[in-house]
């Protein structure tokens, strides 16, 4: 296993919508900051609340101390507001920004064109230097929309080409795939570090759910296995803090160079996974 003080791991949370939600996050932001994590990232809802919510939560963590990076995406916005929000990232002391190009919102409709995530690295360098470290995302089992496989990676290699430092991954189960397409980003000519994003698992509905949306592969003896415990919610826990960790100790074995958890909010079983990793 890699030293694990040479260990980056980050925890990646959502924008809460109530103030009970609110109030949870500074527990488990506090809770989990005990873990030593190198930074927090919060999601990004492009348009309206969802991106005001993103703000309010980043800029509130910042002001207590916390490294956190916001995701973000042009969405409907244009170049202006963009600047506005990153000058009002860069004056909060803001230092890292997640960059994409998101999806579509609901009910839009076609009518919006989203910018390619390569077109707001390029954006942001130009316009505030290295200012911000950047990171993009990256898929292992490669992004629903893409065309063809070396397409991806090719286009994973424009974003970084643009002046991303980083890329964190999808999640996804199957660390072959994982392996697999590193041996190809190296091939690309990809040299800067891949992160992988690791889902923590707590609900077999949702996670199967969501994995069909965004083309992450829950391999069947897993999915069998998950469907198996049926109500028994302490045993499917359990069962899923044991594969992911053995999942990270497999990745960090074969040198990843570190962890990005989707908390989906919560401590636990985040928590305890990195306790298991002696990461802590
Ligand atoms: P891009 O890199 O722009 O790629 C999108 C698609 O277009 C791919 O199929 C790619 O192959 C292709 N492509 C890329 N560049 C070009 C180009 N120049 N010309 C032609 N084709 C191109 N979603 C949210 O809404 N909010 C979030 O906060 C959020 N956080 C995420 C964090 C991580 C780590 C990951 C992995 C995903 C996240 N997503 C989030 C989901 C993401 O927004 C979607 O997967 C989205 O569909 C693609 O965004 P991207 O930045 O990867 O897009």
Redesign the pocket.
């Known amino acids: 296993m890699s030293d694990a003080s040479q260990v980056h791991i980050s925890f990646?949370f959502?924008p809460p919508k109530t103030d009970a939600g609110r109030e949870k996050l500074v527990t488990t932001r506090r809770e989990l900051q005990q873990l030593k994590p190198e930074y927090f990232?919060?999601?990004?809802?492009?348009g309206g609340t969802t991106r005001d919510n993103?703000k309010g939560i980043v800029t509130q963590m910042r002001s207590e101390g916390f490294d956190v990076a916001p995701?973000?995406?042009f969405g409907g916005d244009d170049k202006n507001s963009m600047l506005a929000l990153l000058n009002e990232y860069k004056n909060a002391g803001i230092n890292r920004i997640?960059?994409?190009?998101?999806?579509m919102p609901s009910g839009v409709g076609g009518a919006l064109q989203?910018?390619?995530?390569?077109?707001?690295v390029a954006f942001i360098r130009e316009h505030f230097g290295e200012h911000f470290y950047l990171?993009?995302?990256?898929?292992p089992e490669i992004?629903?929309?893409?065309?063809s496989y070396d397409?991806?990676v090719?286009?994973?290699k424009?974003?970084l080409d643009a002046g991303a430092n980083s890329?964190?991954?999808?999640y996804f189960f199957n660390p072959d795939a994982f392996f697999y397409f590193m041996d190809h980003c190296q091939r690309a000519g990809i040299d800067k570090p891949i992160y992988p994003?690791i889902m923590p698992i707590t609900n077999f509905k949702n996670l199967s759910r969501f994995s069909d949306i965004?083309g992450a592969e829950i391999p069947r003896w897993i999915r069998k296995r998950l469907e198996s415990f049926g109500d028994d919610q302490e045993s499917l826990v359990n069962f899923g803090i044991d594969l992911i960790s053995e999942l990270c100790e497999t990745l960090l074995d074969n040198d990843a160079p570190g962890l990005?958890f989707y908390t989906m909010n919560q401590i636990e079983p985040t928590r305890q996974i990195v306790l298991n990793l002696d990461l802590a």
Do not use: M, W
């Open positions: 990646e959502f990232s919060v999601t990004y809802g492009a993103t995701h973000l995406s997640v960059a994409l190009r998101g999806d989203l910018v390619y995530a390569n077109e707001l990171a993009v995302a990256a898929y992004h629903p929309e893409a065309k397409d991806d090719h286009y994973l424009g974003k890329a964190i991954t999808q994003g965004c990005h």
